[in-house]
């Protein structure tokens, strides 16, 4: 079992990583003094695999447990979810000192935490995480909300979780896809901070894709390390956090062209990662070994590096419409070596539409 701590001051909380942590989640929640109703809130793929184990544990632990199951999608992160999670939580009479646990992937996370941000003007939220992405990424950092038809996680707020409690053995039911396109996360992570993690990643593709759960863990903990000190450094995005948007503004592109249903987050960020690759080489700050580099390792784990078919104008008319959400010139976290990365905010159009026009090529 290993902690790492989330340093934000009063806000801080540790995250605890291992083998069948369960009795962890027992053991936080009754030191943080939790007592009476709490809400697990999770999805109808997890409920049915953990739902039932992880309420008798509360139940054993003397707390009155009440499963609220949102339907699992994308498509349940809205707003109308919200609305009926603060009625399941008046129903089982959670008050201003009560807890809710997020049981789930990226969007339980997400909705639950929103929901415990706004309940009686914010209570408190416990994460456990069951996806890749959710346990190297959503689950740490206190971003939560919903989407809005016109835009993605566009309503939300910071709440930070009180702890996150990750248990690797949830992965063992994880689609493969679904581990593919979380370990996507994990290669960002290296590319902008780490160069021992990315060695790591390119030399462990087949055990990790096997969910050999030991060799899980390393990539995995430090994602949550990384994680932790870009967000102690700089918890609401005024700077530093940005770059953990590395492949994003290609990605947020990618996944609205392909109507959101062409990639998940993971792929279409590795397709980014591709793209953000082929752009800092045209404006030579990296070189070609380098991409081939990120591209072998993307490859390795079956992801895309390619999109034959793209429509490279609907791209670039969805990237301006991130744009327009930033108010201004549009940003580009670029590596410029191994666990390096920058910020620009000057590439043109012609820059941009070249670098796709090599993701669609299989160029790079
Ligand atoms: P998800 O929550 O939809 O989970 C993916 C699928 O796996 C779902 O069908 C889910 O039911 C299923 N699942 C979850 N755990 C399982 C398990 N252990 N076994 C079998 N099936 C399981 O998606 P995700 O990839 O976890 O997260 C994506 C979401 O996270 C997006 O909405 C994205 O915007 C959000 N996100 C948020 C942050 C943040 O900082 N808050 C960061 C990254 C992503």
Same mark, same amino acid.
């Given at each position: 079992?290993?902690?790492i701590?989330?340093?934000?001051?009063?806000?801080?909380?540790p995250?605890?990583i291992?083998?069948?942590?369960?009795?962890?989640?027992?053991?936080?929640?009754?030191?943080?003094g939790?007592?009476?109703?709490?809400?697990?809130?999770?999805?109808s793929?997890?409920?049915?695999?953990?739902?039932?184990?992880?309420?008798?544990?509360?139940?054993?632990?003397?707390?009155?447990?009440?499963?609220?199951v949102?339907?699992?999608g994308?498509?349940?992160?809205?707003?109308d979810?919200?609305?009926?999670?603060?009625?399941e939580?008046?129903?089982?009479?959670?008050?201003?000192?009560s807890i809710?646990v997020?049981?789930?992937g990226?969007?339980?996370?997400?909705?639950?935490?929103f929901?415990a941000?706004?309940y009686?003007?914010?209570?408190?939220?416990?994460?456990?995480?069951?996806?890749?992405v959710?346990?190297?990424?959503?689950?740490?950092?206190?971003?939560?909300?919903?989407?809005h038809?016109?835009a993605?996680?566009?309503?939300?707020?910071?709440?930070?979780?009180?702890?996150?409690?990750?248990?690797?053995t949830?992965?063992r039911?994880?689609?493969?896809?679904? *581990? &593919? #396109?979380? %370990?996507?996360?994990v290669?960002?992570? $290296?590319?902008i901070?780490? /160069? !021992?993690?990315?060695?790591?990643?390119?030399?462990?593709?087949?055990?990790?894709?096997a969910?050999?759960?030991?060799?899980?863990?390393?990539?995995?903990?430090r994602?949550?390390?990384i994680?932790?000190?870009?967000?102690?450094?700089?918890?609401?995005?005024?700077? *530093? &956090? #940005?770059? %953990?948007?590395y492949?994003?503004?290609? $990605?947020?592109?990618?996944? /609205? !062209?392909g109507?959101y249903?062409?990639?998940?987050?993971?792929?279409?960020?590795?397709?980014g990662?591709?793209?953000a690759?082929?752009?800092?080489?045209?404006?030579?700050?990296?070189?070609e070994?380098?991409?081939?580099r990120?591209?072998?390792?993307i490859?390795?784990?079956?992801l895309p590096?390619?999109?034959?078919?793209?429509?490279v104008?609907?791209?670039?008319? !969805?990237?301006q419409?991130?744009?327009k959400?930033?108010?201004?010139?549009?940003?580009?976290?670029?590596?410029d070596?191994?666990?390096?990365?920058?910020?620009?905010?000057?590439?043109?159009?012609?820059?941009t539409?070249?670098?796709?026009?090599?993701?669609?090529?299989g160029?790079?």
């Open positions: 079992m290993t902690q701590d989330v340093s934000l001051g009063e806000r801080s909380y995250i605890h291992g083998l069948d942590t369960m009795p962890v989640l027992q053991d936080v929640l009754s030191r943080l939790a007592r009476g109703a709490v809400a697990i809130v999770t999805d793929n997890v409920a049915p695999l953990y739902g039932a184990a992880v309420d008798q544990l509360l139940g054993e632990a003397g707390l009155w447990p009440r499963l609220c949102l339907q699992a994308e498509e349940n992160k809205r707003l979810r919200i609305e009926w999670l603060c009625g939580f008046l129903k089982a009479g959670l008050d201003r000192s809710v997020a049981l789930g990226g969007v339980v996370g997400d909705v639950a935490g929901a941000a706004v009686m003007r914010g209570i408190r939220f416990v994460q456990v995480p069951t996806t890749i959710a346990q190297v990424d959503s689950s740490v950092g206190g971003k939560t909300g919903v989407n038809p016109l993605k996680n566009i309503i939300g707020s910071f709440h930070q979780p009180i702890a996150v409690v990750i248990d690797l949830f992965l039911s994880l689609p493969d896809r679904e *581990l &593919r #396109a979380g %370990l996507a996360e290669i960002k992570h $290296g590319v901070a780490d /160069a !021992a993690l990315f060695e790591y990643m390119e030399a462990s593709a087949e055990r990790l894709l969910k050999d759960l030991a060799a899980l863990e390393h990539p995995i903990r994602s949550c390390e994680k932790a000190s870009i967000v102690a450094e700089d918890e609401r995005e005024q700077g *530093l &956090r #940005a770059i %953990l948007n492949g994003h503004t290609f $990605g947020h592109g990618f996944e /609205a !062209a109507k249903a062409r990639f998940l987050h993971g792929e279409a960020v590795a397709l990662m591709h793209a690759a082929a752009l800092a080489q045209e404006i030579g700050l990296v070189d070994a380098f991409v081939q990120q591209r072998d390792c490859e390795a784990y079956g590096v390619a999109w034959p078919e793209m429509p104008d609907v791209v670039l008319e !969805a990237m419409h991130d744009k959400a930033v108010g201004g010139a549009l940003k580009f976290i670029l590596a070596g191994m666990a390096h990365v920058i910020q620009r905010k000057d590439i043109t159009e012609a820059q539409r070249a670098a796709l026009e090599a993701v669609r090529e160029r790079g």
